[in-house]
């Protein structure tokens, strides 16, 4: 009976840690879906600015040529 016992903690105990490690790796998804959001948006904020400064260096061509 005491085996029994003393089994029935040892699982509980596993359990309890298994719950707290998927916890913290539910917790590091997110923050790694919120990071990789954060660089999408990063990137594409810099491709729009490479479109700007590449249409701006076109004008810019069609103006010092003339």
Known sequence: ?????RQKAEADVEIKTSKDKV???KDEVERLRRQVHELQQES???EV?????????????KIYKV
């Open 1 to 5: 009976m005491e085996a029994l016992i």
């Open 23 to 25: 916890i913290a790796l």
């Open 44 to 46: 594409a904020d810099k």
């Open 49 to 61: 600015g490479i479109v700007q400064l590449t249409k701006q260096r076109a004008k810019d061509k």
